[in-house]
C-alpha cells in the first residue's frame, strides 16, 4: 500500500472517517477519494471502507467492511487508481470542440463563454464538464448593448476551483476551451500548471500562448492562494 495517499484524521472517534484517500494539497478532506470510517460494534472494531458518488465516474457510493484496517485501505487502493503524476492539458478553440475534437478516456472539459451564452456542445464525450461564463476584457467597461460588464471575479475564480478540487482526484486529463482559444482558456490552464504539475508544463504554455488573458490568469491565481494552494 502506498502510505504517501492516505490522511489519518488523529482527532476522529468511532463512527467518524479515520484515514482519508488522495486528499488533494492543503485542501479539505471533502474532496478525500475515499474514506475509512472506524466502528465499534460490541467492543470489536470493524472498519468500514467507503467510496462515494462522483457524477461522470461513479454513479452511487460503495462500501465494504472489514476486521482490520489494513484489510480496508488494500480493497479502496485496488478500487481507487492514484491521481496521475502529472495530468495532460489541452488548450483548443470553441470550433475545433464542437466540430473534431476527441477527448481521451477519464477527461474534464472547462469551457469559457461570455455570460448568456450557452455552453458549446463538445464533438466528443467528457466524463464532466464546467460552464466558465467570463468576458474577454481587463476591466470593467461600458458596453453599447451589454451595459455595465467586468471581467471574471474571485467568485468566479473559486466556483471553478471547487469544481476542480472535487474531481482532481479522478480525472486523467483536461481539456479547456474558449471562443478563439489564445486568451482566456490558456489563462485558466496555465493558472492551473501554477497549481498542479500539467503537461504542457507552465513555461510551455506561457510560450504557446504569449497572449494569455493577464487579469483572468491573476484572478484565479488569487483563489488558489486563498485557499492556501499556492504561494503568492
Given at each position: 500500500m502506498s502510505l504517501t495517499r492516505w490522511y489519518c484524521d488523529q482527532g476522529a472517534i468511532p463512527g467518524e472517517a479515520l484515514y482519508y484517500l488522495d486528499?488533494?494539497?492543503?485542501?479539505?478532506?471533502?474532496?478525500?477519494?475515499?474514506?475509512?470510517i472506524e466502528h465499534d460494534v460490541q467492543?470489536?472494531?470493524r472498519?468500514?471502507?467507503?467510496?462515494?458518488?462522483?457524477?461522470?465516474?461513479?454513479?452511487?457510493?460503495?462500501?465494504?467492511?472489514f476486521s482490520t484496517l489494513d484489510d480496508a485501505k488494500q480493497w479502496l487502493e485496488q478500487r481507487i487508481p492514484a491521481p496521475p503524476p502529472s495530468y495532460p492539458i489541452d488548450?483548443?478553440?470553441?470550433?475545433?470542440?464542437r466540430d473534431y475534437y476527441t477527448p481521451s478516456p477519464g477527461s474534464g472539459l472547462i469551457v469559457i463563454t461570455e455570460p448568456g451564452k450557452p455552453a458549446v456542445i463538445p464533438h466528443g464525450a467528457f466524463a464532466i464538464s464546467y460552464h466558465l461564463q467570463a468576458w474577454d476584457i481587463p476591466s470593467t467597461i461600458i458596453h453599447p448593448t451589454h451595459g455595465t460588464i467586468a471581467p471574471m471575479t474571485l467568485r468566479d475564480g473559486e466556483r471553478l476551483l471547487e469544481?476542480?478540487?472535487?474531481?482532481?482526484?479522478?480525472?486523467?486529463a483536461l481539456t479547456v476551451s474558449c471562443h478563439a482559444g489564445i486568451s482566456r482558456s490558456p489563462a485558466i490552464a496555465i493558472a492551473i500548471s501554477e497549481w498542479i504539475r500539467t503537461a504542457p508544463t507552465t513555461s510551455d504554455l506561457i510560450s504557446r500562448y504569449p497572449g494569455f488573458h493577464r487579469?483572468?490568469?491573476r484572478t484565479f491565481c488569487q483563489a488558489l492562494i486563498a485557499r492556501g494552494l499556492?504561494?503568492?
Open positions: 486528499i488533494p494539497p492543503r485542501a479539505s478532506t471533502d474532496y478525500a477519494s475515499a474514506a475509512v467492543e470489536v472494531d472498519y468500514e471502507a467507503v467510496i462515494p458518488a462522483l457524477d461522470g465516474f461513479r454513479e452511487t457510493a460503495e462500501s465494504h467492511t488548450v483548443v478553440p470553441e470550433w475545433w470542440l469544481f476542480l478540487l472535487r474531481y482532481r482526484n479522478s480525472l486523467r487579469p483572468m490568469y499556492l504561494t503568492p
